[in-house]
């Protein structure tokens, strides 16, 4: 899949209430090392007061909090899926976020878009935040 310009994404108004309202955070490719974006960004959320819930297949525990190896095994309701994996992977994410029916937000880090996943999510009702990051975003705003 080649770059794509974000066609689809959310304005910094919608970006606050986004923060505002989200409880809870899947981190879709959250890595134990600690020295990875995925890993830095999500100890800054838990840092700033959100339940972050950590998506990676392999170890058992990051950042102190239960890995679970996909969103669909994640038991209780997440309000943004914030995801730090290919392009060519978010459709899947945004696939298993809409069976699931309680997602709030889809929020894909720097340098990631996929047109087709965001419209998808869209359409289902979800909010969409593409090629940004979390922690930059919330630490700009807050």
């Not at 066609?7 to 505002?20: A, M």
């Not at 392009?87 to 889809?106: C, H, L, Q």
Request: aromatic share 8%; charged share 30%; glycine share 4%.
């Amino acid at each position: 899949m080649e770059c794509e310009f974000a066609t689809i994404n959310s304005n910094k108004q919608e970006i606050k209430e986004i923060f505002e309202t989200t409880k809870t955070i899947a981190i879709i490719g959250c890595s134990p090392d600690t020295s990875k974006a995925s890993n830095k960004v999500a100890a800054y959320l838990k840092d700033a007061g959100f339940k972050i819930v950590p998506v990676y297949p392999k170890e058992d525990e990051i950042l102190g909090e239960k890995v679970y190896r996909s969103l669909s095994d994640i038991p209780f309701k997440i309000d943004m899926v914030d995801i730090f994996r290919k392009p060519e992977v978010i459709e899947k994410v945004v696939d298993e976020a809409i069976k699931r029916g309680d997602i709030n937000t889809i929020w894909t880090q720097l340098g990631l878009v996929n047109n087709d996943a965001a419209k998808k999510a869209k359409q289902a009702g979800m909010k969409v935040v593409q090629n940004n990051c979390t922690k930059i975003e919330h630490a700009a705003l807050f």
